[in-house]
């Protein structure tokens, strides 16, 4: 064999090598970089949504600044410069107490409780608010599908209170997924489980799918520290899902029974 043919097969031998390791490479770059952009364009699905939370989502409180209570509501609806607000009856069910809200742009309004399921805590745990602003806000977009599907992303808001048990002036944020969804309501309302933390103060606050669209509202934490919230609105017991499933998920109103409460107001 000559020499030069000993030198092609030597060469050829190389570009093969030097091949397999610069394929393997090319691959893991492209690959990290589609990895990156998905990152990328998922980051900025929740910043858009986020962003609609915190237009959105007000803080409830009372005008006596002495008590400490608190929780968080929804804007869904305007007229001229009238302006409602959905959240949950057990937020504003002291009615010897005058309650306020403040908009994520820091405006302080108070408002008046129109409407609200009071008296009876098997009914759905919901009330609307009414407020009157110059300023002009944007309601969220109800979802014109009533269907919610399990492992669904979505994304939970409000204003918790902290380890001083004071409420947060800053909005939360959690990011989770819809996963049971029971054939009919639970005492107050409560439908859907879901694994995003709601904490104390984020009662009321809106829970959001990917476009943005209100879906429902919280309401029930995780681990109830007393009672047993997981009976059905016709006063029956939960047989087919364990008390430890229930509890470990958070529990939401869905968007249907707010459609259902607001339109009997009407």
């Known amino acids: ?14 570009y093969l090598f030097l091949a397999s390791l610069i394929i393997p490479l090319v691959s893991y770059i492209y690959l990290e970089a589609k990895i990156v952009a998905q990152n990328t364009q998922k980051e900025k699905e929740y910043t858009k949504i986020k962003e609609i939370a915190e237009s959105i989502t007000f803080k409830i409180f009372p005008q006596d600044m002495t008590v400490n209570i608190g929780g968080s509501g ?10 409602y607000i959905i959240t949950n009856n057990h937020v504003v069910e002291d009615v010897t107490l005058e309650y306020q809200i403040k908009s994520h742009q820091g405006n302080i309004y108070p408002v008046e409780i129109i409407a609200q399921n009071n008296q009876d805590s098997t009914v759905d745990d919901l009330a609307l608010l009414k407020f009157y602003s110059e300023t002009n806000y944007y309601p969220v977009k109800l979802s014109d599908d009533d269907n919610l599907s399990n492992n669904q992303l979505i994304i939970a808001s409000g204003f918790p209170f ?22 009919q309501p639970l005492k107050g309302g409560y439908q859907f489980g879901y694994t995003n933390e709601i904490n104390n103060g984020m009662s009321g606050g809106a829970i959001l799918n990917m476009n943005g669209e209100l879906i429902g509202i919280n309401g029930l934490g995780k681990y ?43």
């Open 74 to 83: 929804v804007l869904i609806d305007k007229q001229n410069n009238h302006y």
């Open 1 to 14: 064999m000559s020499r030069k043919i000993i030198s092609k097969k030597k060469s050829l031998n190389f």
């Open 162 to 183: 902290d380890e001083k048990l004071e409420q947060q002036a800053d909005i939360k944020y959690t990011i989770g997924n819809i996963k049971i969804i029971l054939s």
């Open 224 to 266: 109830p520290a007393i009672g047993n919230p997981y009976i059905y609105q016709n006063g029956a017991e939960i047989n087919d899902i364990s008390w430890d499933k229930m509890s470990e998920m958070s529990w939401g109103i869905p968007i249907k029974s707010i459609k259902t409460f607001t339109a009997n107001l009407e």
